[in-house]
């Protein structure tokens, strides 16, 4: 019976210990993320249009940064194909930004 080299949690030979996030598209994503849940905390809490800018902001970033990065290198913003994933990020994005400026003040609103 072969015992399990110690340091390993399923005892399989030359497993290195992993590093979150892996790659630096993971880091763009949890950056992108972050930039997100401030944008949604900023539109419920004080000014709606500026939350909706930086949320739209931000995925715009996430199409920039998935056009530049390697399929291997995009960590959890590669999806689908490299101008497909783009392009749906910089539609919501650019939508979001549009909407946001294109909307009325509804007067006595909130």
Known sequence: MV????GTPDGAPGEQER???????????????????????VAT??????GIRVMGGALVFAALVRLV?????AGML???????DALILLVLGGLLIFLAGSIPDQPGGF
Request: hydrophobic share 45%; net charge positive; charged share 25%.
């Open 69 to 73: 990065l390697r399929a291997r290198d």
């Open 19 to 41: 590093r979150y996030p892996s790659t630096i598209g993971g880091m763009f994503y949890l950056l992108v993320l972050a930039t997100v849940a401030v944008a949604i905390t």
């Open 3 to 6: 015992e399990p080299e110690q």
């Open 45 to 50: 809490l004080d000014e709606w249009r500026t």
């Open 78 to 84: 590669a999806v689908r194909h490299k101008v497909l």
